[in-house]
């Protein structure tokens, strides 16, 4: 009877052990996936190469399973090749860096998976709304978005307290005309003899940064749905031209406003010639190394009656293939590329506030703060392929508003319907 009971006891100790490890979590499958990194050099150490291993390094920690090659593309043109002879090949590739107007073509050739079924509905509420319609195409997400160069403006403490004049914020914003007024307190002759001027921005065709006068009374250049061309519609146009008229009536811009590009823009302002610019958060970077007084505030705000920034987007797209481990442990890297992990991980990896609520670390100080809470208000272009053809013509017509040569309403009409007919060629293709 002894002998009875104990095989049953066995017997019951054995179907138990049987039934645990059927419930066990199983371990995932090793995997490799291939990560393109524009910058990275194998054979070098310099701060980018660097960084692009710390990346890895720190991911492949968190999920041991996965391993990531890196495969480095350089910033020219043939590193395009590069990328570009991968994507269509479908091999060697899994995750790579994508601009928002390629996305379209990647869509309609199949190239690039949908991101949706491997996003939470955390991250999904997490996610700025506006930072994933920069990344839908035909009503799908097909990337993860990862930061936005949200532009800003930068002002001289030094000039502000001199001139009697207290920086706007978020809370209590410049009006357009409280900033033009303000303008003009700041174009003076100073102690020196230094001729100040009040603003200027970066406007050489191809180099613009003014994009948020597109949006500050109501307009856009393309509508949500990106099949139409309104940048010529009234609420646009009375942007671009509050913008030239700084220049053309108000006269608080230096005399080649509307010629000068990025590099002498912010050489201006560095050098005390103008005390108040529109840029990207790059330049904060440029002005501690420099040991620069600055502040940054947010964009004046115009008919719309809204605060308004816009910006680059930093975004990471998935290779579609027929592995499903590879490419969920792709998705699995996309999403540590762009979300909080990679902070905590890499302090001072974002070079630029990022696109998720709960992701912070951009805001290490009050300048970055300010930048990183306008993310919020920004307004971004949906994403669709312009011809550069048609690019250059546009930038072209905008630097004529600028320097007086056409008005904002007649450059923006003549180039409307060139800039309708590529986007209907688009449609059709899609």
Known sequence: MQTRRLLHFFVLLTILAASLSACAPKEPEPVTILYYRRGYDATKTDASSEKARLIVSSFQKRYPHITVQLVGIPYTPEGTAQLEAALEAREGINVFSVSPGALPDLVRRGIISHVEPFMSKEDKADYYENALQIATVNGKVYAWPQWVTAVAMYGNPEY??????????????????????????????????????????????????????????????????????????????????????????????????????????????????????????????????????FVVFPNPVGESGHLVTTGGFGMFGVV??????????????????????????????????????????????????????????????PPTQISDEVNELLANA???????????QQAMEEIALIYQQELDKQAVSE
């Open 160 to 293: 502000f307290e001199e001139r009697g004049i207290t920086p706007p914020t978020i809370e209590d914003p410049w009006t357009w005309e409280e900033f033009v007024e303000a303008s003009h307190k700041l174009t003076f002759t100073s102690a020196d003899g230094t001729q100040v001027y009040g603003f200027s921005v970066s406007s050489l065709p191809g180099q613009e940064l003014y994009l948020p006068a597109f949006y500050i009374d109501g307009g856009r250049v393309r509508s949500p749905d990106a099949r139409t061309f309104t940048l010529h519609e009234p609420e646009a146009v009375s942007g671009l031209q509050k913008l030239a008229d700084l220049h053309l009536v108000e006269n608080v811009t230096p005399p080649d406003f509307g010629t000068m590009g990025q590099i002498d823009v912010r050489k201006q302002f560095k050098e005390g010639m103008v005390a108040m610019v529109m840029e990207t958060p790059s330049f904060i970077a440029e002005l501690e190394s420099e040991s620069l007084p």
């Open 398 to 408: 905008l630097q004529s508003i600028l320097l007086g040569v056409k008005t904002a």
């Open 320 to 381: 579609q293939v027929e592995d499903e481990n590879a490419l969920a442990a792709s998705h699995l890297f996309a999403r540590y590329l762009t979300g909080l992990e990679v902070a905590e991980d890499i302090p001072g990896y974002y070079l630029a506030p990022s696109l998720r609520r709960s992701n912070t670390a951009y805001a290490t100080d009050a300048n970055r703060t300010v930048i990183s809470r306008l993310v919020a208000y920004g307004i971004y272009e």
